[in-house]
């Protein structure tokens, strides 16, 4: 699934591919805001992905998508 995240003051956003789903990424943006903490997010690779609560603009968390078997139409 794909999150995008915004920061403020800052042009570019964070886009990222997430093996976790909807309610579990926006239970840990929830929880992070609420502690004044750091988001951590993993993506599909391993990678860790830090961005502290505080400087959060938003967290657009796409719909999951199923993964397409074969060859579409030309």
Known sequence: ???KIGIQNVGR??????NQDADTVAK???ESIKA???LHLKDEKGRLVIVPASVLGYVEIGAQEARRVGFGQL
Not at 13 to 18: K, R
Request: charged share 25%.
């Open 1 to 3: 699934m794909e999150v």
């Open 13 to 18: 956003e964070i886009v990222l591919e997430s």
């Open 28 to 30: 840990l943006v929830a």
């Open 36 to 38: 004044g903490t750091e």
